[in-house]
């Protein structure tokens, strides 16, 4: 028995459902997929990343975004929401999506289990099709670790990885995400409803 044909979309219907959608959606080859959601502590992660980065660059002429800013990828046609994004110089924007960057010159996701495999390999590999991107940051929430992916020369990438105590060096903007500022908060102590 034959499975019906799934549809495939088109950039201007992914954008008209993003528009209205009030959860974030990935566009990839005429197929739309739902963005997992965070946890707080993926949040808290997120926020700290941000923050670090935007004390850094004050002053200077890059912008620190949020999850909220939509990154295309034209070699590939991936759109999707790294959870940090740092542009230097001027926001280029999509041609065809105005509320997309087509420059970052760096990307940061949070680890979260279901999407581990993902950020370092499928998405990784879309990212490094950005000609812009100088560096991906990879978050860990399961221990004190942050791991640097820097683009060389050659266009090969160098892994560097810091721990408690160390300095996540960010050559891109010539500062560095200290561990234990980006996890110096506690793990978040959640209390259910019931419990409050």
Known sequence: M??????????????EQERASPTKHEFLNGEIVAMAG???EHARLCASVGAELGAQLRGRPCA??????RVRVQATGLSTYADVSV???RLECDLEDKDAALNPIVLVEVLSDSTEAYDRGEKFAHYRRIRSLQEYVLVS??????????????????LREARAGEGARLEATGGALSVDEVYRDPFSQVA?????
């Open 64 to 69: 620190v975004y949020s999850a909220d800013l």
């Open 141 to 158: 929430q399961r221990e004190q670790r942050i791991e640097v992916f820097h683009r060389n020369e050659d266009d090969s990438w160098t």
């Open 87 to 89: 542009v230097c110089g």
């Open 38 to 40: 965070g946890t707080p």
């Open 192 to 196: 259910t409803a019931a419990e409050a």
């Open 2 to 15: 034959n499975e019906p044909a799934r549809k495939l979309w088109t950039y201007a219907e992914y954008l």
